[in-house]
């Protein structure tokens, strides 16, 4: 990636353009926790009259539109693929994460959610060891070791109660390190867009048919909270992509510690929610472990390229 030049303060390569990749992805980045904490915000204030299954149903519908144009450009063609397996797996995975922190963050304090959720990555590093069968270093193991520390910090067996909330968030938790998994397995093979197309494609009957046993029509108010959602959802993963496209994710994960604040902080301000100060420690001590797993694979990713790169014979 080259870095543009510098802002000029005008059109062309001025202004946000002009701007080092690092900084365009981590405000890319900055926009990401705010879009997924109005998100969860959102989810919460819609679950009071809204079934989590009806909100999880609406939001993968709208992921299905964002797919027209993938569509237009490709046709069907963007849903080829030779590993149709792989993506029900995929496709499982992702429901089971998203409706467990849909459900958790209807009955669960925002910030305790976004807590445990940073667990994630934490459990794509064991199972890409344990499925995979990738190497893991002493440093590797340490900060593994550290950052599940941090989630014993944060649940605190027999201090803080574990209720169907806390066990929806670990549940959607660990549907998110599978999901990242399965995304893993299926990049070297398959295009980004039909990886998208199929997780949106392949949950839209199942969440349809979980929410037919409660659905009710949704009024003006919470179809405004639904389409919102949708909007906004769409917007974090668009710009959560594109922050890791533009920088290395070592240097913007640190910034995803802005969404647990703003969700804590939405919390506080309409629910009257409290998350106590070990809860954020350990928040913060899984985040720390994440961002260092992340430069120890980029390392090793740069380090393994140039191997290959010596490897191979010298054209003239």
Known sequence: MTPAGPASGGGG???FA???PTVRGMAYMLASCVAFALVWTLIRIAGETVSAFMIMFARTAFGCLSLAPDLRGR???VLRTRR???HLIRGVTSVVGTFGIFYAVTVTPLGLVVAISYAAPLFTTMGAVLLFGERIHARRVAALIVGFAGML????PGAVEFDLGVAGAIAGTLGIAGSMLTIKALAPTD???TIVAYAFLLPLPVTFAAALPGWVWPGPVDWALLIAIGLLASVGQRTLAMAFAEADAGAILPIDFVRLVLATAFGAWLFDERVDWLTGAGALIILASTVYL???EAIAG???ATERSDARPERR
């Open 302 to 304: 740069h380090a393994g």
């Open 153 to 156: 910090l944060v649940l605190r």
């Open 13 to 15: 390569a001025g202004g």
């Open 84 to 86: 149709l397996p792989v």
């Open 18 to 20: 002009g701007l080092d």
């Open 294 to 296: 992340a430069r120890r």
């Open 191 to 193: 295009r980004s867009d």
């Open 75 to 77: 046709g069907l063609a």
